[in-house]
């Protein structure tokens, strides 16, 4: 017999984090980062230098994700916007980090990833 033993997605422990702390969860996906070249990654830092501030800019690109707790949603979604372009924005592909946040209630207000229309 197979038991589940309560698996967990990253959406769910932001989630439940948020919930319990009543904080807007900004969450910062940068696992594609990890995959360039070292020129790439390189040319990639260098583009978001410009957005991020100075004291941040290493903290993003340092794991593969992160996450930053604000009290009110529109600070949170305004960092977003700020420091990270919609997907339709970047340079490329590997210029695009992947972020949205999370409210205390579960729901989603922003993502910068703006999805591919359908032929």
């Given at each position: 017999m197979l038991v589940?033993?309560?698996a967990q997605r990253l959406y769910e422990i932001v989630k439940q984090y948020a919930s319990t702390t009543n904080k807007y969860v900004l969450v910062i996906n940068n696992v594609k980062w990890f995959t360039l070249d070292a020129t790439k990654q390189a040319t990639v830092k260098t583009f978001y230098e410009d957005s991020i501030p100075e004291d941040e800019i290493g903290e993003v690109f340092a794991e593969h994700y992160t996450f930053y707790d604000f009290d009110?949603?529109?600070v949170a979604v305004d960092t977003?916007?700020?420091w990270f372009?919609?997907?339709n924005q970047t340079v490329d592909a590997d210029h695009?980090?992947?972020c949205y946040v999370i409210t205390p209630s579960g729901s989603i207000p922003y993502t910068n990833l703006i999805p591919d229309k359908s032929a």
């Open positions: 589940s033993l309560g009110g949603q529109g977003a916007h700020d372009p919609l997907s695009f980090i992947e």
